[in-house]
Structure formats: C-alpha cells, structure tokens
C-alpha cells in the first residue's frame, strides 16, 4: 500500500529569516508499507528527521493513502485533505472523493486549509533588469535567485508555508509573475503586513489573489431549470470589506441584487441566492474579498461551477400542414415536427400519439441554424371523429421534461379550404397557415376564411437584431452584471439596430421597439451616463420616423396601438434622466432649464415655447416628439393639430404649478372649428383635456395648464354650428326668393303707372336690377347649400355665379346710394336716362365682372382649395387679408362706406332745409319727411346688414356669446333681405301701394301726387336734357 506522509518542519535556519519569526519548511514522504502498520507510522517516523538541534518538528500526517485496485492505484483522501487543483482539473477528482489513477505515480491530497496565492509584483528601479534577461544566462539566473530568497524569507514565516516560486517575467518596469502555497490556514492581515514590508524593502507594488482563505459552498449539478439555488461563500476573519459576486460563462460578469438574484451579507458570510435557474446562470461563481493598503492589493477569491439542466419551449409543425385526403384513400402519411433551440443540454426524446391507430416512427434530427428539429411519421385515418395528436416529450438530464402537443387537422374529401399560392400550403377553411420568418425571428400567418378565401398575410417577423436586443433587455435587471452597465450596452444596441428604419419597418417590429422601452422602464430609477442617455434619445427619435408611419398605425389583434407604451416610458425615462444641457434629434427635442432666481422657467422644442410658473423645481425638462401625434388614438370627431410636449420636473412637489404652452399649429385652423387643449391619460390611455385651457383664436396655438404632463392640440374636424341658424337661413333665403319674385312682379306691375319722371325710371331701374340680382344668387345660395351632394365643377360655377351677383347687387346698391347723393349735392343737374343707364350698366355688371375674372385667375384658374372651398362651395378665409373672400369683403365694405356716407349727407341736406322756414315751403316739408323716412327704410340695403356681415367674418364662433348674436343678426337681416326689400321699396311707398290696389281692384289709375313725385326725385325746376 502507498502512503503520502507530510513532515512538518519549523525551524529558524531553513531561510535565515532573523528577526523575522520561525520559518516553515514542509518535507513529503512516499512510503510503501504494509496496512496494518499505518496507526503506528507517524509515531516512529520523526526520529530519522530530527538531526539538527535548530530545527523542530512540528508535526507529521497523512495525506493519501493508495491502494492497487486492477493494477492501477486507486487513492483517498485522509479527513481534513482535498485533491489538489491540478488533480482535479486533468482527472475529474475533486474534494476527497475516490480518484482511480491511469499509472502508477498517483496524486497527493493537500490539506483543506491549502491556500494558494498567485501575484505579481512591479519593481522600479535599475536593480531587477536583470531578470528580463533570458533565462540561460548568469544574469537572470543571480537575479531571480536574489528576488526569490528575499521573498522567501519574508513569506516563509507564514505558519504552514510550503513554497514560492516565480513564473515568468514581463515588461513594464519589472513585473515578476509568483504562485506561493500554504498549507495551513492563517490572518489574512498577517499576509498583509508582510506584503506590505516587501513593497517597502523591495520599492515595489503588489498584486495577490488567494484561493483558500474564503470558502465556498457546491451545490449538486447539475441543478434543475427554475430552481432556486443558494451559493455560500465564508470567512474565518473579519476582512472589513464588502464581498463582491461574479460569473464567469460566455464573459466575466458581476452579479447584483435584482429580479432573479439576491445577495445577502455579514462580517464573514455572504450569499448569493438565485431564482428561476436558467442557461444565463450556467457558469463559475466567485466570491471576492479584496483589500488594500499602500502599493498592496489582495483578493482573497473562492470559486465553483454550476451546470443547469435546460427545460426549453417546443414549436410544433406537421408536413404537410393540412394533410388532404383524397377519394378512396383511407389513410394519410404526417410527418410532426418538434423544434427547439440548439444548446449543449442532450435531451431524450419520447414520442405518443392520441386518437392514432397506427404506429409512429422516429425519423431523428438535423440542426438548422441554431435550432434542432426532432422529426416523426405517422398515418392518420381520414374518416377519424375525433382530431388525432402527435406528442413529443424531451426529458433532460435532472429528469424534468417539457412537452409539445401537435394537433393535425385533416382537410376532408369535399371540405373548403385555400389552394397553396405562393409558398403558402393548402389549408383548411377557417384555419392560419404558419410560416417561419424567411430572415428574422418569428413567423407569418395567413388566414383562410370559412368561404375558401386568403386573407392578407400577417407578419410577425422581427429583425434579429432587435430580437436580440429585447432578450438582453429581459434579464437587465435580473441581477446578471451590474444594472447600468447593462443598460448601457443594451441602449447602445438599440441606437444600432434602430439606425436604418428599413430594416425594422414593420408592425411586429415596431411592437419589440416599444417592449424594449417598456421593459427597460420597469428597471430603471436613474440614468447617469451621458452616453446612455444620448443612445436612448436617439433610438426613440429612429422610431418616429416617417416613413414608419404604416407601422405605428397598423391596427393590432387588441385594437391598441404601442403609442401609449412608447410615450409613458420615454417621459418616464426623461424624467429620470441626470442631463444639464439641451439634447436635439430628428424627431425628438430635449430641453433643460435649471434652476432660476425667478419662478417662471422656459424652455423651447420645435419652435413651441413652454413657460413654467412654479416655486422650488430645481430643473425642468421638456421634450417634443414629431410625429407621435398621429399614432396616438384620439377621438374620431377630432384631430391632432400639433406636436406633443411633454414637460417633467426632478421635484416631485409641484401641485401648484401653471404650464403655458405656444404650440405651432400643424395645419390652420379653419374658421368657427374649436381646438381642445389636452392631456395623456396613461391610466385610461386617451386624451383628456381636465386641468387644461385653450386661450381662444386671438391666440389660436397657446394652452394653460394646472399640472405636468404630455400635452398637444386637438382640432375638431367640423366647425362650431349655432342651434337653428341653419333653419333660419332655409326659411329666410325662401321668403326672400318668393320675396323677390313678388317684388319684380310689382315692378312690372306698376311700371307705367309710377316711373312717370327720369329720376322715378333712374330708382326703379336700379331696384329692379338689385332685386334680380340678389334673386339669382340666393337661388345659388340654395342650390349648393350641400356641397357634398354637387359635383365639384357645379360647386365652381355656383360659388361663380354668387360671388358676381353678390357684387352685383351691391355695385347696383352703390349706382341707387350715388344717385341719391348726386340729386341731393346737385339738385339743379339732371341726368339723361340714356347716360344714367349707360353708367349704371358698367358700375353694376361690368366692375363685378371684372374683380370676378381677375381673382379667379389669379387663384389657379379657380382652383378648389386656392378660390373656392370645396367644404362650403364659397370662398375661402385664410386669415386678414388673406383668402379670396378678400375680394368680396373689400368691395362690399367700400361699397357700405359710400352708402352710409350718401345716407348721412342726404339726411343732414334735408334737415337743413325742412329747419329753413323762410326757403321752404309746406310742400318742401312734405318731400323732406317722405326721403328721411325712404332712406331709413332703405338703410338695412345700404350697409346694416354687412356691418355685421364683416362682423361675421372676423368675429370667429369660438369666441363666446359676441360672435353668436352677430352671427344670428347677420343670418336673419341677410336672409330675409328679399322680404326687407319688399316691404321697403315696393309696398313702402304709396304711389307703388296706390298703383298696385288700383291694379288689383281694376280701377282706373288716379294721377300721381305732383309735389310727391318731386320729393323722391327731381328739383323744383323739371328740365331735361
């Protein structure tokens, strides 16, 4: 039998460490002896050893003992021993577990307090070149024989020392690579001080790692997948420093506390525990005490490795995806498919079958990629009643097993389905055919609607990348590495993946962009890094791009759309954001203001300016999104008009704030259409306009608000409308059509027996035309009163006809109005019937014709949208002086000046002489009183009417009570002009009213009033020309 013995030797003389205390020399003995004689071998052999009166013999152990099994050694370990790394690593033997040997020159245990210690020491200084020499030479040789003795004499008195030797040697200064062994346990501040003595003597700085003075706990491997495994690391002294956890698998990586992972300390014990086992915690754990003192850094380290079974998901697939049967055919071949992810688990697989009579057969696996498909076949009946299964059962190597259940749906002689077209396979009525992902993760699906028919395809592929990226998004928080630096790495990666919007223009992908956001949401409580927040600012300005538009707003199978999500966590991650200067993108501005002397802060994105009223908020944040307004829901009676700000402040105490915002309208509000200030209502998901207030259209674009969050403008899709002022249009434009029609029938009536002077046909001729002016285009009126019921060309020609009649009527208006004037300023100048007709004619048709003509050229040969509106067949308002309504309105207004005007002077005229006792006589009075009275009746023609006219054109409905009553002033006096008409220039004066009741009555005509006559229109003197 084999037996390792150790002698251990202390003495002062081994090293010559003087003053130094007792140095340690450990001595190892092969001894073949027999088995009875092991109890008594330690107490006979320390004679043969003691020969030297300086040394003493501290102890003597056995380590292994060994035994031939086979003809080759198989060996143990004694209580208190282990097998040493380099056994462990070349033979699988670890601990003090059996360890069967190959040859005859076993391995030797060493002592469970073993301490190993690896280092590097720097030296400065000209005195150590040497051992940068090669390694034959007399130089290298006197140098590292010097730099090991002075080493040795210091490290040897390390209670249990047992050797240091240096490895190798590099460049950087001097750096000397040593491992030392202890084979006792000890202080580790002892080993300090030491190390700390040898830095000084040797003016040097030192770097150790220690293995054995910290322990740690194995658990059992493998370990089960979603177990919870606890991990243990222990001290025998106090190190007064934080322990520090890492893993070592694909990269080194810290492990913190998180979602899957907590770390537990005390002064000597420290533990790791992990939830929800999985591949990610596959590795080699360390626990890392480190210390350090001048020039001297120690890790005392402890390690072990955990293997974990694997448990994964199983996608299902049959071939062919609808087995079809066909006449006479009783039975169908199916091959079933189970795919999973290709990892280093070996599974074994286990096939069954339901409602299947027939047997199945393993056709093996082929890998693809990074997957491996595990593949059957079987025969279904084509007559079976109940829907036959194919079942796969992997079971790994801790006995846990997943399962993946195929169900094959059989297309029957004569039932519906989709003829294959384009890659896609037959399939049964009612039924998705599935797809794998031609480049990216994920599949595509096409349904087949009960009638037989394809529907479009729906794709549910993702960009690898981006996949990628959500994956590690997933576990950034489990714990696994320290949280920002994963944040940081996954950021970086999304800024990358997101660059090239081409790549990732879909709605799946789109829905993984926001889940990336989301999910980094919920981890998050703080953003340092500048670089970090740069990537998350840039990432989330990629996905506003424009030309994702159709990606955003394809409609979900749960009718929401990811804009809510993406919004609530850029403001979360805004908000959490350390950033002291503005940030601009493409599609996404950030802007900070610090903290003031003064309460109000501003701030401005995308030319909207945010003011801020509010005490003790130390900064505020305000970011402006493109875009985003068109992917959030919003009320279908109403429209996004603006961007959307969101503003955040770091104080979470701001009840008492007051946000302005000035918003740029995206589109100009059209006139009388109310705009809502509002806010995102995360609970509820939709705008909400609580707390919020529009400052009316003198300031169309600005909002106040009482509280923080993301805001924009909605602009109602159809303009405020007044209750029964549409009905009061209708009844009005009728009346005054009959009106109309009536009163050119009088005129025709009582034509010969009133127009008996040349100022009598002057006024008449003017009325007439005034009346059959207004009477076309009020019919007009009528005819385009539904614009969507007319064809554009007809709603042209209308607006057309209403703007030149319009006109007309007025510019006829003006003729009367300056008639009136020329007769009263001039009372001895008369004009000629032929002249006044002749100038009339111009002024009344050809200067409308004119203005008529020119702005319909000028606005793009009366271009829909340039001189009319398609909405209102009119013309279009775009704001003072804008708009070719301007060219009625400007018109119009001249014309009601000028008509006032000739009113006012002709009252003041006639005042002046009815006062004038010695000039006039009683018939002079009488004419007086008849024109006063002719020319109030007559005043709603000459402007009234368009005084609020002009009122209703700049006056918007939105503004409040004001704007209604003008509107329905204007609505009744506009629309029952016919009627005011009527009642004012035919059944007014009593010659018409004379005139009309002899018609009527078949009496002979009675002679008009001679001094009548002359009141309305002529001088004393009747000369004619």
């Known amino acids: 039998m084999w037996t390792w ?11 010559q460490a003087t003053a130094q205390g007792n140095s340690t020399q450990m001595y190892y003995v092969k001894l073949k002896i027999d088995a009875n004689a092991i109890e008594n071998v330690t107490k006979i052999l320390p004679t043969p050893f003691v020969t030297n009166s300086s040394l003493k013999l501290d102890r003597v152990e056995i380590t292994t003992i060994c035994e031939h099994v086979n003809k080759r050694p198989e060996c143990t370990c004694q209580s208190g021993y282990k097998w040493t790394d380099v056994v462990c690593k070349q033979h699988s033997c670890c601990g003090n577990e059996t360890c069967t040997f190959p040859t005859n020159t076993p391995g030797m ?28 030479t007399k130089q290298f040789k006197e140098c590292n024989k010097n730099l090991t003795t002075k080493m040795t004499e210091v490290y040897s008195t390390l209670n249990g020392f047992d050797n240091l030797t240096i490895n190798k040697y590099s460049v950087g200064s001097v ?59 222990t001290v025998p002294f106090n190190l007064n420093t ?16 998180g979602s899957e992972a907590t770390i537990i300390s005390t002064t000597r014990n420290t533990t790791v525990t992990l939830d929800n086992m999985s591949e990610r915690w596959k590795g080699e754990y360390s626990c890392t005490y480190i210390t350090q003192q001048t020039s001297v850094t120690i890790s005392h380290k402890a390690s072990t490795k955990i293997d974990v079974c694997l448990n994964q998901n199983i996608d299902t697939t049959t071939t062919p995806a609808f087995p079809r049967c066909k006449e006479n055919s009783e039975l169908v071949s199916v091959t079933a498919k189970c795919t999973l992810k290709k990892t280093y688990e070996n599974y074994t697989v286990d096939w069954k079958t339901e409602n299947i009579s027939t047997n199945i057969k393993e056709l093996g696996n082929f890998s693809s990629g990074s997957t491996i498909t595990y593949s059957a076949e079987t025969h279904v009946s084509c007559g079976s009643k109940e829907i036959p299964s194919v079942i796969c059962t992997f079971q790994n190597r801790c006995n846990q097993t997943s399962t993946g259940i195929i169900k094959i749906v059989i297309i029957s002689v004569g039932e519906l389905f989709c003829e294959a077209q384009g890659g896609w396979p037959d399939t049964k009525a009612g039924h998705c055919a599935v797809l794998t992902c031609p480049t990216g993760i994920g599949q595509r699906q096409r349904k087949c609607t009960q009638k037989g028919k394809w529907e479009e395809e729906e794709s549910m592929c993702v960009n690898q990348k981006l996949h990628g990226v959500l994956q590690s998004a997933v576990v950034v928080g489990s714990g696994l590495g320290a949280l920002d630096e994963n944040v940081a790495e996954v950021l970086s990666s999304f800024q990358a993946a997101t660059n090239n919007t081409s790549s990732i223009n879909s709605a799946a992908n789109i829905d993984t962009s926001v889940e990336i956001l989301h999910t980094l949401r919920e981890n998050l409580t703080e953003i340092n890094n500048e670089r970090t927040a740069n990537d998350l600012l840039q990432a989330s300005s990629n996905l506003l791009e424009s030309s994702l538009e159709n990606s955003w707003n394809t409609t979900r199978n749960t009718g929401k759309t990811p804009a809510g999500k993406y919004l609530d966590s850029v403001e979360h991650f805004i908000e959490i954001m350390n950033v002291t200067k503005d940030n601009k993108k493409a599609n996404l501005e950030l802007a900070v203001c610090n903290s003031t002397q003064h309460s109000v802060y501003e701030n401005k994105v995308f030319n909207v300016s945010v003011f801020l009223t509010g005490s003790n908020l130390s900064q505020v944040k305000t970011a402006g999104f493109k875009n985003l307004q068109r992917y959030l829901p919003y009320n279908n009676g109403s429209e996004p008009n603006s961007i959307v700000v969101s503003t955040t402040t770091q104080s979470k105490q701001h009840s008492d704030v007051e946000i302005k915002i000035n918003f740029k309208l995206l589109n100009p509000r059209p006139p009388n259409v109310e705009l809502q200030c509002v806010w995102w209502d995360t609970s509820n998901a939709q705008w909400s306009p609580t707390g919020c207030k529009w400052e009316g259209p003198f300031n169309e674009g600005q909002c106040v608000c009482t509280h923080l969050s993301s805001f924009a403008i ?33 005129e025709l009536i009582v034509w010969s027996h009133v127009v008996k ?41 209308f607006v057309v006809l209403k703007h030149f009649f319009y006109l007309s009527m007025f510019f006829w208006m003006l003729c009367l109005s300056s008639t009136l004037l020329h007769r009263t300023v001039f009372p001895f100048h008369e004009v000629s019937k032929k002249n006044y007709l002749r100038f009339s004619i111009i002024l009344g048709y050809v200067c409308p014709l004119l203005i008529v003509f020119i702005t319909f050229l000028t606005n793009k040969g009366g271009k829909a949208g340039h001189y009319f509106s398609r909405d209102t067949c009119w013309l279009i308002y775009s704001g003072t002086l804008k708009g070719s309504l301007h060219t009625f309105l400007i018109p119009v207004g001249i014309i009601v000046f000028v008509s006032v005007f000739s009113m006012l002077v002709v009252i003041m005229k006639l005042l ?49 009570d004001m704007a209604s009553v003008v509107n329905y002033a204007f609505t009744l006096l506009n629309s029952f002009q016919g009627l005011f008409i009527l009642l004012t220039i035919n059944l007014g004066e009593k ?9 009527i009555t078949k009496k002979t005509p009675t002679s008009v009033n001679v001094s009548t006559t002359k009141v309305d229109l002529t001088p004393s003197s009747s000369s004619k020309k």
């Open 5 to 15: 013995m150790l002698i251990y030797y202390l003495g002062l003389n081994i090293c």
């Open 109 to 136: 245990c060493t002592p469970d307090a073993t301490v190993s210690v690896d280092g590097s020491l720097t030296l400065t200084g000209p005195e150590y070149r040497g051992c940068l020499a090669e390694k034959t």
């Open 175 to 233: 750096i000397a690579h040593f491992a030392m062994t202890v084979l006792s346990s000890f202080e580790p501040a002892f080993l300090g001080n030491l190390t700390k003595q040898l830095a000084t003597n040797l003016k040097s700085s030192f770097h150790l790692e220690t293995a054995g003075v910290v322990s740690i706990s194995n658990p059992p491997n493998p370990v089960h997948y979603s177990s919870r495994v606890v991990v243990q690391c």
């Open 242 to 257: 934080d322990p520090q956890w890492n893993i070592k698998n694909e990269k080194v990586q810290d492990i913190t506390n």
């Open 714 to 746: 909605l602009m109602s899709k159809v303009p405020v409308k007044l209750p029964g002022l549409t009905e009061i249009t209708y009844v009005g434009l009728s009346v005054s059509v009959v009106s109309l029609i009536i009163s050119l029938l009088i």
């Open 757 to 797: 002077t040349s100022g009598l046909y002057l006024r008449h001729t003017a009325q007439i035309n005034i009346c059959l002016c207004l009477l076309i285009a009020d019919v007009c009126f009528l005819a385009s009163s539904e614009p969507k019921t007319i064809s554009s060309i007809w709603c042209q020609t």
């Open 912 to 960: 002046g002489q009815t006062n004038n006792a010695d000039k006039c006589n009683q018939i002079d009075k009488n004419a007086a009183k008849t024109v006063v009275r002719t020319v109030v009746l007559l005043t709603p023609i000459f402007g009234v009417t368009w005084i609020f006219g002009f009122g209703v054109t700049y006056l918007d409905l939105t503004h409040g």
């Open 991 to 999: 010659p018409t009213r004379e005139a009309l009741m002899n018609y």
